[in-house]
């Protein structure tokens, strides 16, 4: 099993003594279902998991024995062949957005308080899956995303690694110059196989094949592509088109999502839905400019400069490549020896999009266009804050692929917006070295510092 950190949440849940339940948001394969009947393995003395995309029309039948509720869970018991204890029983309702009758229903089945309810579904934020049903303002709500770096350590038995990356990062200082390498070695195979359990595990039962990683990526963007399919028909061609197109965006110099190159004469206005639906899937993730960091980033969200990140790097990279193009080994060997030129720092972005998203922040980006120049002359990739509304800190992040880089955008902004700086930080590929004003991290190191959270 893949230790994921989500499960101490879960923990927390179930310590509130079923006031709730508890819905599990993520893309597909993401490892939902996998967590939910870990945990109800673990945590309690029986479960029933109901999978809405093989249920019997029984069960679903059971649901019109609601205001019996006696004889509702004698219907799901018998059905499954499993006995229900109170408050020592949870059931899993999975892939909820193909019932989501059960949905509505677990308004009725906290109030009468006997088990615990935990749903987990794709795509079930969607607004035409929700549409018809009114949403119980008892479910408490989870996002899962991909697994993490530090994750993918302890996967792939680097515990120790890590508890030294955390070690050095406490006590502000680099790791030596082997471990170093020995970390961004794992890194750079972190962006080959990416997050998704199904690519990890056949990349670690195969001896770190990277090939029988990328068949599997390459099935579940089929299985996002037919997703996109049936979203709706007013604009799912327009969903397939970003979608497919992400690439494309990410490796340009400015990264953002040009319509021109899908449809002639297009706008954002046009593109709202498609581009909430990327976002709310969670295939994605959205990264808006913010035009003003003075303030609330989402006060001064512009919603017609937006990055499109796939919400795995692993994913991008099957997505960006064909099999054609791997199949001689050179990208895999291009990537481990840090040497895909423009490519790669479409990678590196990526993950450290993946890793902020993972830590529960929202994306922005800054630029600032100069007239005279007729170009940007302030590119910052990140934007993150304190969070505060009274002393607000922003923290511009750069992220370097290379060894070589200029940091004139950080040293500007910094000059623009002083007051407000709290620091900023560039990640790179070298090793770390501390500064109050200007801090240098390896991508590696990242999970920590935003761990810390910004004061």
């Known amino acids: 099993m893949i230790k994921r950190e989500i499960y101490h949440r879960l923990l927390e849940w179930k310590a509130g003594g079923g006031t709730s339940s508890l819905l599990i948001e993520g893309a597909r394969r993401v490892g939902k279902s996998t967590i939910a009947e870990e945990f109800a393995k673990n945590e309690y003395k029986s479960y029933i998991l109901i999978d809405f995309n093989?249920?019997?029309?029984?069960?679903?039948?059971?649901?019109?024995?609601?205001?019996?509720?006696?004889?509702?869970?004698?219907k799901l018991?018998?059905?499954?062949?499993?006995?229900?204890?109170?408050?020592?029983?949870?059931?899993?309702?999975?892939?909820?957005?193909?019932?989501?009758?059960?949905?509505?229903?677990?308004?009725?089945?906290?109030?009468?308080?006997?088990?615990?309810?935990?749903?987990?579904?794709?795509?079930?934020?969607?607004?035409?899956?929700?549409?018809?049903?009114?949403?119980?303002?008892?479910?408490?709500?989870?996002?899962?995303?991909?697994?993490?770096?530090?994750?993918?350590?302890?996967?792939?038995?680097?515990?120790?690694?890590?508890?030294?990356?955390?070690?050095?990062?406490?006590?502000?200082?680099?790791?030596?110059?082997?471990?170093?390498?020995?970390?961004?070695?794992l890194f750079r195979e972190y962006l080959l196989v990416g997050g998704m359990p199904q690519?990890?595990?056949?990349?670690?039962?195969?001896?770190?094949?990277?090939?029988?990683?990328?068949?599997?990526?390459?099935?579940?963007?089929e299985l996002y592509r037919d997703d996109i399919k049936k979203a709706s028909k007013k604009y799912s061609s327009r969903v397939s088109a970003l979608f497919e197109n992400i690439p494309g965006y990410l490796s340009t110099h400015e990264k953002k999502v040009?319509?021109?190159?899908?449809?002639?004469?297009?706008?954002?206005?046009?593109?709202?839905?498609?581009?909430?639906?990327?976002?709310?899937?969670?295939?994605?993730?959205?990264?808006?400019?913010?035009?003003?960091?003075?303030?609330?980033?989402?006060?001064?969200?512009?919603?017609?400069?937006?990055?499109?990140?796939?919400?795995?790097?692993?994913?991008?990279?099957?997505?960006?490549?064909?099999?054609?193009?791997?199949?001689?080994?050179?990208?895999?060997?291009?990537?481990?020896?840090?040497?895909?030129?423009?490519?790669?720092?479409?990678?590196?972005?990526?993950?450290?999009?993946?890793?902020?998203t993972a830590s529960g922040k929202k994306l922005y980006f800054y630029t600032r266009y100069n007239e005279k120049l007729h170009r940007n002359d302030i590119e910052v990739d990140f934007l993150l804050s304190n969070e505060s509304k009274t002393k607000l800190r922003v923290y511009p992040v750069e992220v370097k692929s290379g060894a070589n880089y200029s940091t004139d955008s950080l040293t500007e902004f910094t000059r623009i917006f002083g007051k407000r700086?709290?620091?900023?930080?560039?990640?790179?590929?070298?090793?770390a070295t501390f500064d109050e004003v200007k801090m240098k991290l390896p991508p590696y190191m990242l999970p920590c510092w935003l761990k810390e959270g910004q004061k």
């Open 54 to 74: 093989t249920a019997s029309k029984e069960v679903k039948d059971s649901f019109d024995y609601l205001n019996q509720l006696d004889v509702f869970f004698q």
């Open 77 to 185: 018991s018998i059905e499954y062949q499993t006995r229900l204890y109170p408050r020592e029983s949870l059931i899993i309702f999975d892939e909820i957005q193909k019932f989501p009758r059960a949905r509505e229903a677990t308004k009725y089945l906290v109030a009468d308080g006997r088990y615990d309810y935990i749903e987990t579904g794709s795509l079930i934020s969607i607004r035409e899956n929700v549409k018809d049903i009114t949403i119980p303002s008892e479910e408490k709500k989870l996002k899962m995303h991909p697994v993490t770096f530090e994750e993918f350590l302890v996967y792939m038995e680097e515990e120790v690694l890590l508890e030294h990356i955390q070690e050095c990062y406490s006590a502000r200082t680099a790791l030596d110059q082997a471990l170093h390498a020995r970390a961004m070695r």
């Open 199 to 221: 690519s990890l595990t056949a990349f670690k039962e195969n001896g770190r094949d990277f090939f029988a990683a990328d068949e599997k990526k390459r099935q579940i963007l």
């Open 258 to 356: 040009v319509l021109n190159e899908i449809e002639e004469g297009a706008r954002f206005s046009q593109y709202d839905d498609p581009l909430f639906w990327l976002g709310d899937s969670m295939m994605c993730s959205l990264c808006y400019k913010c035009n003003d960091p003075n303030v609330g980033f989402a006060l001064n969200k512009n919603t017609s400069a937006v990055k499109c990140y796939m919400a795995d790097t692993g994913l991008l990279v099957s997505l960006a490549f064909n099999e054609n193009e791997i199949s001689d080994n050179r990208l895999y060997q291009a990537i481990m020896n840090g040497k895909l030129s423009l490519n790669e720092g479409m990678l590196y972005e990526n993950a450290i999009a993946q890793m902020i």
């Open 421 to 431: 700086v709290g620091g900023s930080l560039i990640v790179h590929p070298k090793n």
